[in-house]
């Protein structure tokens, strides 16, 4: 397994923030910039982590299936998350993932067939004043309407 | 960035670079008085700093208020091992989207905080706990790190003082229940988010069983203007035992939403008019969820009221974290309580009885009084369960779920009658699409 100079580079300065001889510490951020490169959290991916922090496969495993954002399996090259909480759904969230759902025609933690899109009904994003929000990867979309996400998705599918 | 305009009726402490050119550059903050409060800090001893924090009257931003001074004084200096600054950035409770502004505009204003609790503890090292959603954020911060690392102001013998301290980011990954203090520390050391036993507190047995100061990103970034301005100047800003100010965010039914630095105090009715322009499309204020969803809901006749953790503790609810969510006349009480309790029994982390079990009955409850199959019984049966939960969690997400619920029904029982005998959905549509 090997990993790209830049998340090598992350994941030692992940390692040597922790104190001495506690460097599983780490894990967590280690597991999450893996996976951002490298699409999923597959077994191999974990066993390198794992062994890299002297713990077991296992124990990775168990901190993997309690994290929302960390995933066995790739979500899709554009992953939509919609916050329906309270501050969003007063201000249309719940329409705005219907319509998600629609358009995209999947639902839930589903990945689209040609694996551009994935989406995710989300608890608060920390975006309440300007609701109803989303994510695309790590990128804000704030104040949104059922229009606006239909451009964006424009856009996005047009970035190909 | 700012996503919302300012109101003139701020008062900027915290906030006060917001919207500077490079407010996130090192120059823009020395030009601005920053570390000042730091520079005076060096000059001071120890008890000295915790007695300005102190008189400030700064109390928790996180959600509970305790006092930062008397927080920070727990701290046993003597101990021979290693002590810790960790700060929460974990900002999960819905209504609250305050601590990523402070981040995105100003992360010096955080470093300077968290050097002037280091120097008041004794810490050679801090953490930045950030959810792992706000990856932009943590990439500020890090460039901010690397900044002050270059010019001084962290790592070894900082400004010529002998002091050495390290700050080091660190991601969540997609947890409420990580931003309770000691979940958050199960965490930060690479383990599932599950709260630990306390006592010890963390100020004695915190991150890696070390004496940790634990703070809120806020009330961090509060501390550089009290050592700069002293104490009493802070404290004035605000109520008895309430200093300064605070992020107050407005969401939900209102016409001008966004984030604004208050006073503590600041009436909430006031607040909603003169601040927010008032419910929107001329509506009328059904009720106000005073300090993010965890607190019990304020009916309008009850949102008279100064904005201070003791004068809201008296209305029965809680100043919590900041976020004030507004309801309008046409909200469905029914549609909120069920997409509440739907969040907490998914963010339970299941370790304790009371709570996996008690969300996971409210939501099934509340589910099925939403989609039209409730009973009389039922809306009973939903403030007994909450009830039960009260006080008999391991941590308080128990009690975040149960308080809310229990408003609910108290207040607006008649509602959740009335629902039984409507078509149900209510004017928010389904709650539940899936999963
Ligand atoms: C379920 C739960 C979630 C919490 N989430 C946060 C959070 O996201 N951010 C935060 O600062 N405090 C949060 N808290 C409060 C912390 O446990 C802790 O009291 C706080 O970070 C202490 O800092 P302060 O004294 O500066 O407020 C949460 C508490 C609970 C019970
Ligand atoms: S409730 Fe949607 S971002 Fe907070």
Redesign the interface.
Known sequence: MTFSPELETRLETLMRSCPPGREASALIPMLLYAQDETGALTSEVVEEVARRLGITPLQADEVISYYSMLRRRPAGRHHLQICTNVSCMLRGGQELYGHACKRLGIRNHEVTADGEFSLEEAECLGACSWAPAMLVNYDYHQDMTPEKLDRLIDSLEKKH | ML??QPSPLEVKVLTRRFGLPDSQSLDTYLATEGFQGFRRALEMKPEEIIGEVMASNLRGRGGAGFPAGMKWSFVPRASSK?KYIVVNGD???????K??LLIENDPHQLIEGMLIAALAVGAA?G?IYI??????LIEIMDRAIAEAYRKGYLGENILGSGLRFDV?T???????ECGEESALLE???????VPRIRPPFPAVAGA?QCPTVLNNVETLCAVPAILRDGGAAFAALGTPKNGGTRLF?????INK???YELPMGFNLLRMIDEVGGGVWKGKKLKAV?PGG?SCPILKASECDLAMDFDTVAKARSMLGSG?V?V?DED?SIV??AT??MR?YQ??S?GWCVPCREGTTWLRKLLERFHAGHGTLADIDLMGDLARNMLGRTFCPLGDAAAMPMISYVEKFRGEFEEYLNRTPGGP????T???
């Open positions: 996503y919302n290693p900002e999960g409770e819905p209504g609250t989207c601590d990523r090292a953490y959810r792992g959603e706000y990856r932009r080091y660190h991601s969540g990954a997609g947890s409420y965490s930060l050391e690479g383990r599932r988010g890696f965010c407005l969401s939900g039914h939403p966004g984030v969820i969803s976020g969510v309801l909200t549609s909120l997409r509440v969040f998914h963010e982390c928010l549509g389904r709650v699409i899936d999963g």
